[in-house]
């Protein structure tokens, strides 16, 4: 099993920046991609930003390309979710995830992914 937690997020005035992070454990983390999903009030699981095994490649979502950048630091078992020039529409409970299988892509669906945070709250006030 895989344990998840993120940290991070809280209450920001727009154009602000965030760092999130998501501690690993209880799997092999270099083996799977990593995910940022996020979920605002009465709204689906929504895509965010992803990042390969090996961190060669990334995907985001077109809503936050340019401003968001993902990371990974696998000697801490690490995602990172840097948040940059935010704004009202990206508050949201933001969750980390493990891909559900050991891929080499950067998978973009909620059900390509297997494990779960709690997630933590980013409210970005205007």
């Known amino acids: 099993q895989v344990q998840l937690v993120e940290s991070g997020g809280g209450l920001v005035q727009a154009g602000d920046s965030l760092r999130l992070s998501c501690a690993a454990s209880?799997?092999?983390?270099?083996?799977?991609?990593m995910g940022w999903f996020r979920q605002a009030p009465g709204k689906e699981r929504e895509f965010v930003a992803t990042?390969?095994?090996?961190?060669?490649?990334?995907n985001y979502a077109d809503s936050v390309k340019g401003r968001f950048t993902i990371s990974r630091d696998n000697a801490r078992n690490t995602v990172y979710l840097q948040m940059n020039s935010l704004k009202p529409e990206d508050t949201a409970v933001y969750y980390c995830?493990?891909?559900?299988?050991?891929?080499?892509?950067?998978?973009?669906?909620?059900?390509?992914?297997?494990?779960w945070g709690q997630g933590t709250q980013v409210t970005v006030s205007s």
């Open positions: 995830a493990t891909a559900a299988t050991t891929g080499w892509g950067t998978p973009v669906e909620t059900g390509e992914y297997a494990y």
């Open positions: 209880g799997r092999t983390f270099t083996n799977y991609a």
């Open positions: 990042i390969s095994r090996n961190s060669g490649s990334t």
